[in-house]
């Protein structure tokens, strides 16, 4: 089976970054995954804007596997894992970008499609998993 796509986005650890222990803080890897989302949707979506995003933000999780430390350089790999009927998760690694087997956090979003205009959910349609198929594992 071939493997799927992945969008990857190099990060930069700034010194506000890191903590009193010398390591990236816990809440910055959120704001790491927030940026691969973003590349992912500039990239599969050609969005930029963040008020065309089609959906809202309903879970996130992340599991911390090595301290990230200024001078590091780490990128987030994004890609999509179950999709539901309005709902569908992100999966997110950081790792180092010379050496992808260096998992730094491997983390997930679930994603409800959401019409801001009705202020509802709405179903997954036919154009959006097109446009995300290649990016999904296990399809």
């Given at each position: ?137 296990g399809l």
């Amino acid at each position: 089976m071939e493997e799927h796509k992945k969008i990857v986005a190099d990060l930069t650890v700034r010194f506000r970054d890191i903590d009193a222990m010398g390591h990236v803080n816990y809440a910055v890897f959120f704001t790491f995954f927030e940026e691969g989302r973003g590349a992912f949707l500039r990239r599969v979506f050609r969005l930029v804007d963040s008020s065309e995003y089609p959906f809202i933000l309903a879970r996130m999780s992340c599991d911390y596997l090595k301290p990230l430390r200024m001078g590091d350089q780490p990128s987030v790999h994004v890609w999509i894992g179950e999709v539901g009927k309005k709902s569908f998760v992100f999966k997110y690694n950081i790792v180092d970008r010379n050496d992808t087997e260096k998992i730094y956090a491997a983390g997930e979003s679930t994603m409800v499609l959401f019409d801001y205009e009705q202020n509802k959910t709405v179903p997954i349609n036919e154009e959006f998993m097109d446009n995300i198929r290649d990016y999904c594992e296990g399809l």
